[in-house]
Each structure stands twice: as structure tokens, then as C-alpha cells.
């Protein structure tokens, strides 16, 4: 199995400010790493497809990078909305797994 | 618009059924691969279970394998999920979520059903 990791596991950001989250896998998974984004009682939201793709209707302040092991999800001047858990998703190999969630709070 | 409505969610004893239902629309249902992810309280994401296109495709998670069975009925445009022997571990929301064409993850998801195993 596939092991994803996301650090940090929390982050206090004020409006404005750069967030940068990372997934590491426990193996190389190419670029098959998508990214999530849920706010409190929502269903998860796709903010990034394949490590770099863009989602259309998704803000331009969120990017993607990374390939094999390592990611990055970028949030470029964090906005009061982006309050939220995101998580990153492999789909390299069964079982699909998930990262344990990086929860972004506003100050 | 793309559109999942999840139903079936309840109180169920341990060692009780459940069949969940996912009904989708704003898109041609019969080409897509379909999803189960769960979520237990205050926790993280946890795929359940993915179903391809015309069914060829079965996968299940190994904490549920024996026990669950995705289905779906292309013509009804609906996804199933019979939940068997449930244990107080399998309590969480469900989600049934769209896949790709000729991948598995998921790029809308439901508002997600409410399961709940215990006495």
C-alpha cells in the first residue's frame, strides 16, 4: 500500500500569506496525485488533478507541483475561504489512498 | 451540472445491512467509472470501493472486502453500495463520488450519506 504524508498536519496563516503543503509517497507514484480541498461539513472539492493540473473554476492562487515521490500544493495569498483540510490522493495503485489531511486556519 | 445524491444512511446494529444508493445526473453516467469514500468523525478520507464503466472492474478496500459490494445499474443512472456484517469501525459519512473515464479518482463527490453502526 501506498502511503501518503502530509506535513504539517496544521497551519495558522494570516490573510495574504503564502501556504505551501506537502505529500510525500511512500513510493513513486509518476504524476497520478490529485489534491482536495473541504471546508467544515462540505464534501471534498478537486483543486488539482495529475500533480500540476489546473481545474477549471478552481481560483489561480492554487498550484500543484512535484512528480515520483514529493509534491507541493501551493495556495498563493491565502484568502479568509481557503479555511479548510486538504488532502492528497494517489491513484498510481490499488488501494487508492489518501494523506492524512493538512488543516489551514486563518488568523 | 453534475449531481450525486447519496441516500440509504442510518442507525444499524452491529452484524446489520445496509444498502446505500447514489443517484447521478448532468452527465452520461454509463462512461464513467464510480466511487465510495468514507469518512469517520473528525477523521480523514478512506476509499471504500470503485466500480468501472460497465462494471468489468470491481475493487474493494481490504477493511471491507467480504463484507461490502459496489453495483451499479447504468440505465438508472445509480450507484449501489450493500453494506453487510457492519461493525461499529464501518460508522462514517459515505460518499459515492465520479470517476474517470479509464482512471478512478474522483472529481465531484456527493453530499455524502450518514452511516451509523451501533447498539
Known amino acids: 500500500e501506498i502511503v501518503l504524508t502530509q506535513s504539517p498536519d496544521f497551519q495558522s496563516v494570516t490573510p495574504k500569506e503564502k501556504v505551501t503543503i506537502t505529500c510525500r509517497a511512500s513510493?513513486?507514484?509518476?504524476?497520478?496525485l490529485h489534491w482536495y480541498q473541504q471546508k467544515p461539513d462540505q464534501s471534498p472539492k478537486l483543486l488539482i488533478k495529475?500533480?500540476?493540473q489546473s481545474i477549471s473554476g478552481v481560483p489561480s492562487r492554487f498550484s500543484g507541483s512535484g512528480s515520483g515521490t514529493d509534491f507541493t500544493l501551493t495556495i498563493n495569498s491565502l484568502e479568509a475561504e481557503d479555511a479548510a483540510t486538504y488532502y492528497c490522493?494517489?491513484?498510481?495503485?490499488?488501494?487508492?489512498?489518501f494523506g492524512q489531511g493538512t488543516k489551514v486556519e486563518i488568523k | 451540472e453534475v449531481q450525486l445524491v447519496e441516500s440509504g444512511g442510518g442507525l444499524v446494529k452491529p452484524g446489520g445491512s445496509l444498502r446505500l444508493s447514489c443517484a447521478a445526473s448532468g452527465f452520461t453516467f454509463s462512461s464513467y467509472s464510480m466511487n465510495w469514500v468514507r469518512q469517520a468523525p473528525g477523521k480523514g478520507l478512506e476509499w471504500v470501493s470503485s466500480?468501472?464503466?460497465?462494471?468489468?472492474?470491481?475493487y474493494y478496500a481490504d477493511s471491507v472486502k467480504g463484507r461490502f459490494t459496489i453495483s451499479r445499474d447504468n440505465a438508472k443512472n445509480s450507484l449501489y453500495l450493500q453494506m453487510n456484517s457492519l461493525r461499529a469501525e464501518d460508522t462514517a459519512v459515505y460518499y459515492c463520488a465520479r470517476g474517470q473515464h479509464y482512471d478512478f479518482w474522483s472529481d465531484y463527490w456527493g453530499q455524502g450519506t450518514l452511516v451509523t453502526v451501533s447498539s
Open positions: 495529475y500533480a500540476s
Open positions: 490522493h494517489q491513484s498510481s495503485s490499488l488501494p487508492w489512498t
Open positions: 466500480i468501472s464503466s460497465s462494471s468489468s472492474y470491481i
Open positions: 513510493q513513486s507514484i509518476g504524476s497520478s
